[in-house]
T-cell receptor
Framework: AQSVTQLDSQVPVFEEAPVELRCNYS??????LFWYVQYPNQGLQLLLK??????LVESINGFEAEFNKSQTSFHLRKPSVHISDTAEYFC???????????FGTGTRLLVSP | NAGVTQTPKFQVLKTGQSMTLQCAQD?????MYWYRQDPGMGLRLIYY???????DKGEVPNGYNVSRLNKREFSLRLESAAPSQTSVYFC?????????????FGPGTRLTVT
């Protein structure tokens, strides 16, 4: 069975500071990994994904995540956050032929001035 | 292009009442999903439909039924609501299997059962 662990339920950070949101997964087969973002009172939106190829993937708004197979991790990073990045971030895992995404419990990023 | 739409946005039910949550997508996607979101528990899959005419149970199907009415529409029914079903419900769709295709989410339905 697949599972995702997001150890930090909430991460407070000041504007322009760097941030890392941690995600670890468990799976016995090759995985596909995703980060989704949920802004207040909205549905989830895809932020970035790893399917294959380069282990470092980037989003259009400055986030990046690195697939680390040996550590079974897919941590999300941003070198300098903005107030507008305040949201809840969900890590998710799936695999070939698997009809479902398994989501982590989410990390609330709180950016303050 | 509206994406994924859900109705209603908010609903309050009394214990034992029934209701149907509606979901529609206009992206010609094959797969559709119903999730519930509860604080500290992330998103949990209730039911999904890999293609028109098929439905399968997810992680938490008890107390719910679904209908894939056609390729566009996927409804979720609560036959006899319970306070434990108080939650935010999200519908999602994807072109194909979620392993490689992005899921697009609706805005959610906030349901309270008293």
């Amino acid at each position: 069975a697949q599972s995702v662990t997001q150890l930090d339920s909430q991460v407070p950070v000041f504007e322009e500071a760097p941030v890392e949101l941690r995600c670890n997964y468990s799976s016995s087969v090759s995985v596909y990994l995703f980060w989704y973002v949920q802004y207040p009172n909205q549905g989830l939106q895809l932020l970035l994904k790893y399917l294959s190829g380069s282990t470092l993937v980037e989003s259009i708004n400055g986030f990046e995540a690195e697939f680390n197979k040996s550590q079974t991790s897919f941590h999300l990073r941003k070198p300098s956050v903005h107030i507008s990045d305040t949201a809840e971030y969900f890590c998710a895992v799936s695999s070939t032929g698997f009809q479902k995404l398994v989501f982590g419990t989410g990390t609330r990023l709180l950016v303050s001035p | 292009n509206a994406g994924v739409t859900q109705t209603p946005k908010f609903q309050v039910l009394k214990t034992g009442q029934s209701m149907t949550l509606q979901c529609a997508q206009d992206m010609n996607h094959n797969s559709m999903y119903w999730y519930r979101q509860d604080p500290g528990m992330g998103l949990r899959l209730i039911y999904y439909s890999a293609s028109e005419g098929t439905t399968d149970k997810g992680e938490v199907p008890n107390g719910y039924n679904v209908s894939r009415l056609n390729k566009r529409e996927f409804s979720l029914r609560l036959e006899s609501a319970a306070p434990s079903q108080t939650s935010v419900y999200f519908c999602a769709s994807s072109e194909g299997q979620p392993g490689t295709y992005e899921q697009y989410f609706g805005p959610g339905t906030r349901l309270t059962v008293t």
